[in-house]
């Protein structure tokens, strides 16, 4: 009788635990293993290289420079999650910080705006892994730094240097509003590039999002024509080109959406001004 009690399956085990003794992933894992830890370090120390990149966007304030060292962190958040895509971001900037002896409100808003962009973009494209939801996180996570923008930069400011907000807020509006912009759309532009590029080498290490447990979903599942890339190419002609480039021997009806978009693009967008402004 005891031996047959106790050959008796239990039922109050938890189904996490049931899961894992029979070797399933139940998609609520969130450590890192070791690997994926040494990639979080390459990219900290490539977005610490990266940083030191200056390049002036704004006329009149050369301090307002850009630096592609937030790419590593959004790939890193598009990869690992959130959670490691703002561990990559902060200490990226910390690094930097601490190298450069820069000014510390810059670094600050930065880690701010960064972990506000990274956040919801990372959530939303590993809550279904398409392009689509890339581009919808991508585009939200612009929106949401932008809103931060403004009240960060006051609030940074009046703290660090007690600088009222009549005097910060008409710079902020004319150079650091626009600056900001322009980072943003680079980021998200060069991040969206180099993923899709190195796409079959960074999947293998994405982390399992909560409820697909170890299935990872393909980016790029098949090769079909699709408005949306042509509206892509479209609105942003120099991304339609490099799809066109990359995909047009492994998926050319892709390719050729991409590039569709992108000539009428540059048609609508350059050369049709410039014929009116001949021909006036």
Not at 33 to 61: D, H, K, N, V, Y
Not at 64 to 84: K, Q
């Amino acid at each position: 009788m005891e031996n047959e009690e106790n050959n008796k399956p239990t039922t109050d085990a938890k189904p996490e635990q049931a899961e894992k003794k029979a070797g399933k992933t139940t998609g609520r894992e969130t450590h890192w293993s070791a690997r994926q830890l040494a990639l979080m370090s390459i990219s900290i120390a490539l977005g610490t290289l990266l940083a030191f990149i200056a390049i002036p966007l704004i006329p009149g304030a050369p301090t307002l420079t850009y630096d592609p060292g937030n790419v590593p962190a959004i790939i890193g958040g598009f990869v690992f999650g959130p959670v490691a895509g703002c561990i990559i971001g902060v200490f990226s900037l910390l690094l930097h910080f601490l190298f450069s002896g820069d000014n510390p409100v810059g670094p600050v808003i930065n880690a701010v705006l960064l972990m506000a962009f990274i956040v919801p973009a990372a959530l939303i494209y590993r809550r279904k892994r398409t392009i689509k939801w890339m581009i919808i996180g991508l585009v939200v996570g612009c929106l949401a730094a932008m809103v931060l923008v403004i009240p960060a930069n006051l609030v940074a400011w009046y703290v660090y240097a007690g600088m009222p907000v009549n005097v910060t807020l008409p710079f902020i509006i004319a150079s650091v509003l626009p600056f900001n912009v322009l980072k943003l759309l680079s980021n998200s532009i060069l991040s969206f590039v180099l993923y899709l590029t190195l796409y079959k080498l960074l999947v293998q290490y994405e982390t399992p999002s909560k409820g697909h447990g170890a299935q990872v979903v393909s980016l790029l599942p098949g090769d079909s024509r699709s408005i949306g890339y042509v509206i892509l190419g479209f609105f942003m002609p120099l991304v339609g080109l490099i799809l066109f480039l990359l995909w047009k021997s492994q998926f050319p009806q892709k390719a050729s959406s991409c590039g569709k978009g992108a000539l009428i693009g540059v048609c609508v967008g350059w050369i049709l001004p410039l014929i009116v402004i001949l021909f006036r």
